[in-house]
Structure formats: structure tokens, C-alpha cells
């Protein structure tokens, strides 16, 4: 078994229930189990304390994703589906 699939599936499986529930795309699975394991640590950092804690106290930007530039051609529908959806994003901090 790969390395990083077996470091993937290790750090997602958890014996307790989480206070909060964070869902994962087969998408982001796809992009997660190819990352270096140094940010594959970034990663499951944010999601323990996510399931945790929520977002509170956790380092980083929690953005609307209605905030889309204004020359991109598809912003209208962008935003409308961003404010329809109530789409957020968060850029997980980390030291480079």
C-alpha cells in the first residue's frame, strides 16, 4: 500500500465521535492522499482541530467565497451560486 494512502487512511479514521463534522469530496480525497506528507500534517492538523474545536482559535482566513474577481468571466454566477450555496473557503495557515 501506497505510503501516503496508508498515512490518509490512519489519520482520517478516529475512535471518537467529533464535535464537529467536516465532510471530505472524493475530489480533495483524490488531491489529499497525493500530497507530500508534509502538508498531508497541515492538513490533518486543521481537520482535528476543526472536528474539535470548530474554528475557533485556528490559524489561518476563513473567506466567503462571494469574493471572486470582478474581471473573471463567470462572476455573476460565481457570486449567485456562492450566496445561494452560503460558500465559504479557508486558507489554512502554514509556515513555509
Known amino acids: ?7 490518509a487512511e ?3 479514521s478516529n475512535t471518537t ?3 464537529y463534522l467536516l465532510e471530505i469530496s472524493n475530489h480533495f480525497s483524490k488531491i489529499y492522499i497525493n500530497l507530500p506528507l508534509n502538508e498531508i500534517a497541515i492538513v490533518d492538523a486543521f ?4 472536528e474539535n474545536k ?3 482559535g485556528l490559524p489561518g ?7 471572486v474577481k470582478t474581471n473573471d468571466p463567470q462572476f455573476a454566477s460565481k457570486v449567485q451560486a ?3 450555496l452560503k460558500l465559504w473557503h479557508y486558507h489554512i495557515a502554514r509556515k513555509s
Open 1 to 7: 500500500m501506497d505510503e501516503r494512502i496508508q498515512r
Open 17 to 19: 465521535a467529533p464535535r
Open 61 to 67: 482566513r476563513n473567506k466567503a467565497s462571494t469574493d
Open 10 to 12: 490512519i489519520n482520517l
Open 47 to 50: 481537520i482535528n482541530h476543526y
Open 54 to 56: 470548530g474554528l475557533q
Open 82 to 84: 456562492a450566496k445561494q
